[in-house]
Every structure is written in C-alpha cells, then in structure tokens.
T-cell receptor
Framework: NAGVTQTPKFRVLKTGQSMTLLCAQD?????MYWYRQDPGMGLRLIHY???????AKGEVPDGYNVSRLKKQNFLLGLESAAPSQTSVYFC?????????????FGPGTRLTVL | AQKVTQAQTEISVVEKEDVTLDCVYE???????LFWYKQPPSGELVFLIR??????QNEISGRYSWNFQKSTSSFNFTITASQVVDSAVYFC?????????FGKGTMLLVSP
C-alpha cells in the first residue's frame, strides 16, 4: 500500500515549456487535490476532483489544467510554464465517506521554472 | 469564505522549553473540522490531529496537546519539553463544507 505517490520528485523547466505532474493513489479514494506551497503562503488549492471525469477550480487555478481519467490518477498540467509557477506541488486524496474526510498527502514535487 | 490565521511566523526555543503555536480560524459553517500538520525539513506533510466542531475536549498525546476553544475560534497546539526533532513547520487547517484551508504555517526551531 503505497498511499499517495507523485511523479516526478524534482523538475526544472524553462519558461514556456510544458509538463505534466502525475499523482496516483491506491486507497480507492474518490476525492483528489492539487496544492502548491510557496514560502510564507502555506498550501493553496489549485484544482480538485470529486470523482472520475470531474474536476473543479480551487483558489489558484490560473495557468494549470487537470484531468481525472482514472479514479486512481490525477494529472496536473502546465501548458506554458512561468517563473511564478516555481513551487512545491502536493497532491492529496480523501475518501468521500466518513466524517472527517481526512486528506492523505503525497511527498511533493519541487518544480523550478527558469 | 473560511480563513485560518497563524500569527506566529517563526518561533525559536531551546530544548526542553514548552512552546505554544497559535491558530485562529474563521468560518460560517456550523460543522467543521480542524487539523494540525507537521512539515519537517524533509518536506513531507505529517498529519498530527483532527478535531470536529462539536468536540471541544482538549487532547493530549505524549508531549503534544491541543486546546480547542470555540468561543474564541482558536485551536492552539502546545509542545511540552520540546526536542530538536520537533523543529519543523506546523500548519493549522480548517475544513468546513467545502475544501481544506491552510494557515501560512509557523516555523519552529528548537536549539539544543
């Protein structure tokens, strides 16, 4: 049981390049989330999904796209990377049932855009 | 909209001192959940505790304790007899009917 995994762990991009971050969970969770963490800003929600084939915008969605084609995977795409997207990206998942809906986090992806 | 405020950006203590991390929240939801996460230098997020809005009992887990006061919208976290391994960034978070909102975090540095 790996929990939530993220690929890659580190990446350096040049401005204008594109890339996709992959999040996978093996807990059969319905909900999945992408956050970004910047110094002094805490974690901010980019996009989330409440089920396969559905996505919704979070607090800071601009410049990102997401897809949830399979229940266990949640992809975060940057079509044209900008230096302002330099950040640490965390994926999380949670169950739709239960009172707490506790989110389980992946180890993070450190992205640098030059 | 919901909001979480961690007014202390950085705290430095010497080992064995007690330290309290403050968390104040705002929400209009009648049912909500509060969380604390720890982020050590290695970067992962470690879940510490959750508390629902109907349970104001304080909780103690080893050297950690949490004080939830609904009247002041606060959910403070105390580490007793701090250790160097407690050095980390600590995040308070709130989940109402919508998504999880994090505070900006408090960096705790425990010196030997």
């Amino acid at each position: 049981n790996a929990g939530v995994t993220q690929t890659p762990k580190f990446r350096v991009l040049k401005t204008g390049q594109s890339m996709t971050l992959l999040c996978a969970q093996d807990m059969n969770h319905e909900y999945m989330y992408w956050y970004r963490q910047d110094p002094g800003m805490g974690l901010r929600l980019i996009h989330y999904s409440v089920g396969e084939g559905t996505t919704a915008k979070g607090e800071v969605p601009d410049g990102y796209n997401v897809s949830r084609l399979k229940k266990q995977n949640f992809l975060l795409g940057l079509e044209s990377a900008a230096p302002s997207q330099t950040s640490v990206y965390f994926c999380a998942s949670s169950s739709a049932t239960g009172s707490y809906n506790e989110q389980f986090f992946g180890p993070g992806t450190r992205l640098t855009v030059l | 909209a919901q909001k979480v405020t961690q007014a202390q950006t950085e705290i430095s203590v010497v080992e064995k001192e007690d330290v309290t991390l403050d968390c104040v929240y705002e929400t209009r939801d009648t049912t909500y959940y509060l969380f604390w996460y720890k982020q050590p230098p290695s970067g992962e997020l470690v879940f510490l505790i959750r508390r629902n809005s109907f349970d104001e009992q304080n909780e103690i887990s080893g050297r950690y304790s949490w004080n939830f006061q609904k009247s002041t919208s606060s959910f403070n976290f105390t580490i007793t007899a701090s250790q160097v391994v407690d050095s980390a960034v600590y995040f308070c978070a709130l989940k109402g009917y919508s998504t999880l909102t994090f505070g900006k975090g408090t960096m705790l540095l425990v010196s030997p």
